[in-house]
């Protein structure tokens, strides 16, 4: 059973300290780069090691002083792997014991913060100072990490990539960054020179605590209307999670029409403030009707997005139950759903309903431990409940580095260009595949899990069905594959996908969209396919 299940029956107190980074104004962000080349790094090392086992001690502190400098100079530090193996590397001083800290690491298996006592390291030779620990993770994943040095907490020395600790708190304000090889960094996080920038003006009002600080896109005129986001911990969102600079890159690359954010900061009592709080909605109702009065607003519910990160994903959650009629978009990034059984119970039992046009973007990273199955079974609640939504999995932390990389995906799911075309009409794919019998149940698996999570990482995807018969014999319309024309005992597969537009469609599969795309595992399942999928307009929609 899902936690989130559980928990709405026993009404706990998941503590999230986070407060003190999430209110501050830290302006630390080092946007991670691209992963360079690691080909020949794991060799570079294990050569070392090596020497460094077998050279007499004396000569061990120079030794690694010049694979340092080597190293430094290839790839940094952690050494990764083209394999996505990953050895973490500190050198201390003797005597002294290292441990390894981080997101995959946590206290316990439900819990998404770090254990301090963290993972034992191994020095790299018998009474060496240099210490190791080998791991291996996803290759797209993203992690923080530090080390723990005489019970002393310590980033990397040797790493330059570091970001804000987010959950961690002041007991670790600041982390050490490892992006795997196939990780990218958001590019659309950076400053960049040469583009409009947004205006940035603070409320100065008597009845505006918490403070509330508004973005205002480049080239804003009274003579045009515009949709607006609400957030939560403002200060995180317009410092540590660059909202502006995104907005500003986003709107600069069309990627996205012109939006106005309204960043609103933290109380201090943070954990009781998103906590499912009336006060919290009643400060909020206010802040609108503020904005709309002083501000050119789109002042509807579906031109409104409350977005919100952990505590505050659940109070941007909140805002949707309680107010429909202002909010009828949320984003939560890594939400924080545990609640009383008055909150969320009535709604898992059928007794409360959502409003029907809520439309949801949601996200978790898999190092997030029992929010994890929260997620999951708020999406399949969200899909019983046949609530517009998408989820996106990320291999990340409870994490600055990851609500970061996800911006992008939540606004151009909301404020696409296409999508933001009414007149456009939704587009369905429509594709068929047939596999052997004893082929069809691994063919579906691959399919839930992992061609259609991928799938929802595409701006503009909108979800999808899986359709599936059996067929005893027989071939239907022109098919490709070593036994078309044959008359076998096979399973057909009916996959409808559907999109925002076709720039959505041409973004999954590429400018010759109508070619059907396949993951090599599952050409070599399918028996036979059509070579091309059917793009319809969606003209009517009962669902």
């Known amino acids: 059973m899902s936690s989130i299940a559980r928990l709405q029956w026993q009404a706990p107190v998941r503590a999230l300290r986070v407060a003190l980074v999430m209110a501050s104004a830290i302006a630390l962000v080092i946007a991670v780069g691209p992963s360079p080349a690691r080909a020949d790094d794991r060799a570079a090392f294990e050569s070392f090691a090596q020497s460094y086992r077998t050279v007499p001690p004396e000569q061990r502190a120079e030794l690694a002083e010049e694979f340092i400098r080597a190293q430094d100079a290839r790839s940094g530090f952690p050494i990764v792997g083209a394999d996505s193996s990953v050895v973490f590397l500190y050198r201390a001083q003797l005597g002294e014991t290292v441990r390894l800290l981080g997101d995959f690491a946590p206290r316990t298996f439900l819990n998404f913060y770090w254990s301090m006592q963290g993972l034992e390291m191994e020095p790299l030779a018998p009474d060496a100072p240099v210490f190791i620990r080998r791991m291996t993770f996803e290759p797209d994943a993203i992690l923080n990490y530090a080390f723990r040095v005489n019970g002393q907490y310590r980033v990397d020395p040797l790493n330059r990539n570091q970001d804000q600790g987010g959950p961690q708190g002041e007991e ?28 940035l003006v603070s409320v100065d009002e008597p009845w505006a605590t918490p403070g509330i600080t508004i973005y205002l896109p480049p080239g804003y005129s009274s003579a045009s209307r515009y949709p607006v986001i609400y957030t939560g911990d403002g200060s995180a969102w317009n410092k540590g999670l660059c909202l502006p600079t995104i907005l500003d890159n986003l709107i600069a690359d069309h990627r996205i029409v012109p939006v106005i954010a309204v960043m609103i900061d933290s109380r201090a009592d943070r954990g009781d403030w998103y906590g499912f709080n009336p006060d919290y909605i009643a400060y909020l109702t206010h802040v609108v009707a503020w904005v709309d009065e002083h501000y050119s607003t789109k002042a509807a519910p579906e031109s409104r997005v409350h977005f919100g990160s952990s505590a505050a994903a659940r109070a941007a959650l909140y805002a949707a139950q309680e107010r429909p009629d202002l909010f009828g978009k949320v984003a939560l990034f890594s939400p924080g759903l545990a609640a009383g059984p008055h909150v969320l119970g009535p709604y898992f039992a059928g007794d409360r309903r959502f409003d029907r046009r809520l439309q949801v973007w949601m ?21 019983r409940a046949r609530i517009r939504h998408t989820t996106v999995f990320t291999h990340a932390g409870h994490t600055f580095s990851n609500w970061r990389q996800l911006e992008r995906s939540a606004l151009e799911y909301f404020f696409a260009l296409d999508s933001c075309q009414k007149d456009s009409p939704m587009i369905a794919r429509h594709w068929r595949g047939w596999t052997t019998a004893q082929n069809a149940d691994a063919y579906e698996a691959l399919l839930q899990e992992k061609v259609l999570p991928g799938l929802k990482k595409v701006a503009g995807y909108r979800g999808g069905y899986v359709l599936r018969r059996d067929v005893a014999g027989g071939v239907v319309g022109e098919v490709t594959g070593e036994v078309a024309g044959e008359v076998t005992s096979e399973v057909e597969f009916v996959v409808v996908n559907l999109f925002d ?11 010759d969209y109508a070619v059907a795309v396949f993951e090599p595992e599952a050409r070599r399942l399918l028996s036979k396919v059509e070579p091309l999928a059917a793009h319809y307009d969606v003209r009517v929609n009962t669902v």
Not at 177 to 188: I, T
Not at 369 to 383: N, S
Not at 501 to 511: E, I
């Open 172 to 199: 670790a304000p600041i982390v050490s960054v490892v992006p795997l090889p196939q990780h990218v960094a958001p590019p659309e996080a950076n400053v960049r020179a040469g583009i409009a920038q947004g205006q």
């Open 363 to 383: 996200s978790i990273g898999t190092y997030e431990g029992g929010m994890v199955e929260d997620v999951k079974f708020f999406d399949r609640y969200l899909t």
């Open 501 to 511: 537009s076709l720039d959505a469609v041409k973004r999954f599969a590429g400018p």
